[in-house]
Nanobody, 126 residues
């Protein structure tokens, strides 16, 4: 089992920045694909970003491309999501996820991931 704990959420004004962290424990995640998803009020959970085990491959949702950056530090078993130029539409609960397989088609699907964190709230005010 892998336990994932997100942190770094909060309230920020539009145009501001936040950095989310996802700390993993229980098993090394160095070979796992890692992802970030979010769920806005009244909406389904949606893909935000994914990163391969080495960090060499990253994918982003069109809505965050150019503003968000996913990265990882395998030595610290931690994954990050740097969020810049935040918009009110980015308001959501953000979830970290782990896929024990390599990054592959389907990385945007919730069902692709094996482990999930509890989420951290991000609220962007206008």
């Amino acid at each position: 089992q892998v336990q994932l704990v997100e942190s770094g959420g909060g309230l920020v004004q539009a145009g501001g920045s936040l950095r989310l962290s996802c700390a993993a424990s229980g098993r090394t995640i160095s070979s796992y694909t890692m992802g970030w998803f979010r769920r806005a009020p009244g909406k389904e959970r949606e893909f935000v970003a994914a990163i391969s085990w080495s960090g060499g491959i990253t994918h982003y949702a069109d809505s965050v491309k150019g503003r968000f950056t996913i990265s990882r530090d395998n030595a610290k078993s931690t994954v990050y999501l740097q969020m810049n130029s935040l918009k009110p539409s980015d308001t959501a609960v953000y979830y970290c996820s782990a896929d024990i397989g390599p990054i592959s088609p389907g990385y945007t699907r919730v069902s692709r991931y094996d482990f999930w964190g509890q989420g951290t709230q991000v609220t962007v005010s206008s």
